[in-house]
């Protein structure tokens, strides 16, 4: 619903509202393209490191072979953990915590110690994510966590965190085609929230925390598990016409499929359907890949049958599944390896709006009652009369 007035224009949900311009990435949701400081996501995620992507993001450029081995290093320089974060991160373990909770009880400690610097703060943030979320991986399953390795790529360095042992080169590319598909999207809930604080002037670790908790919420950042869980339920691709067809004349939402901007095919599910088949070319069970080949192509056709009158196409989510799970990760860590790489987004959001130096504050509509009087019980029971009316007497 959107309501205009002579001074403002209100539109429940922010939908269609500017509320800031960036340099990060742009979203084109009509044509299906999502651009990254100027790169198409299909050019730069399944070719650049997650070095390279995340020092464009904070720098607004590509690096020099110099630069991105400083960075490299600056990022290995901030894997090791505080020991009060292991403390929480296996208190959050024995509790049986969900993973993006741990995540969210961890990152406000990554300011401990240390003076509040942006962009320090920045690199802290993107260094420790990996460590905070593999060791927790580790911990929630009752294995040890495992030393930090500082000869490891940023990626690399993730599922050997998780594992234990160092991956291939497929993983590895996998793993970071991955991240840096998913490391900016626009103005969503968790770099609006982001924002939002880093407008106040508080400190980018502050409002990457409250990122990571709305992250949590599961209208952005909890389906790609529920993806994968009706693949397996269908478990044939014989069964996949009578599966989807029963869940959408019960009314069930089909996971991986619509989104709230894109009217075509999500492009980020493009990069990472390559990714997935370039892998399942050489590791992982082809089988599964083309068993989520089968599904995707009878999900569509049945939404278009079931919903002529709506654009539903294959989102994020889909691919973020098939591609995680032949990672060898559990679907409870889909979302917080999400963060691994959005946090690289949500930090670069928080520098440009320190750079802006502008208050986030919308109006709100106030549709309540009015013209209420307080009375006031006393001690006999009776009732005190309205302000209006003692004034009156």
């Not at 952005?220 to 004349?249: C, N, Q, T, W, Y």
Request: hydrophobic content about 40%.
């Amino acid at each position: 619903m959107t309501v205009e007035s002579e001074y403002r224009v209100m539109t429940n949900g922010l939908e269609g509202i500017v509320a800031a311009s960036t340099r990060l990435s742009e979203v084109d949701g009509e044509r299906g393209r999502l651009t990254i400081a100027g790169y198409a996501v299909e050019d730069l995620a399944p070719r650049a490191s997650f070095e390279e992507v995340a020092y464009l993001l904070l720098h607004g450029r590509l690096p020099d072979a110099t630069e991105q081995r400083t960075f490299a290093h600056q990022l290995r320089e901030r894997r090791t953990l505080p020991p009060v974060i292991i403390t929480v991160l296996e208190r959050a373990a024995a509790a049986g915590a969900p993973a993006i909770d741990a995540l969210r009880m961890a990152t406000p400690l990554l300011s401990l110690g240390h003076a509040e610097e942006p962009l320090n703060d920045a690199i802290r943030l993107i260094g420790s994510f990996p460590t905070i979320v593999g060791t927790y991986g580790r911990l929630s399953r009752g294995e040890p966590s495992v030393p930090v390795r500082a000869d490891l790529s940023h990626a690399a360095h993730y599922l050997h965190q998780l594992r234990g042992s160092v991956p291939s080169s497929e993983q590895v590319r996998a793993l970071e085609t991955y991240l840096n598909t998913v490391c900016d999207h626009g103005l969503n809930a968790s770099t609006f929230t982001a924002r939002v604080i880093a407008s106040t002037r508080s400190d980018v670790i502050s409002a990457v925390t409250g990122a990571v908790g709305a992250l949590k919420g599961p209208l952005h950042g909890g389906a790609p598990g529920p993806a994968l869980d009706m693949v397996f339920e269908i478990s044939r691709a014989d069964r996949a016409e009578a599966v989807i067809r029963a869940k959408l004349d019960r009314g069930e939402r089909i996971m991986g499929f619509g989104h709230r901007v894109y009217r075509v095919r999500d492009p980020r599910a493009e990069v990472l359907a390559q990714a997935a088949e370039r892998f399942y070319s050489k590791d992982g069970d082809r089988n599964l890949y083309e068993l989520v080949r089968a599904v995707e192509a009878t999900a569509l056709r049945l939404l278009h049958a079931y919903k002529p009158e709506r654009r539903i196409a294959t989102n994020v989510e889909f691919y973020t599944a098939l591609l995680l799970h032949g990672l060898g990760l559990p679907t409870d860590l889909f979302t917080a390896t999400f963060a691994v790489g959005r946090v690289a987004g949500w930090s670069a959001h928080c520098l440009e709006q320190l750079r802006e130096g502008r208050l986030i504050r919308p109006q709100s509509e106030y549709v309540g009652p009015s013209g209420l009087h307080y009375e006031q019980q006393l001690p006999n029971g009776a009732l005190t009369p309205p302000a209006s009316a003692r004034a009156g007497a």
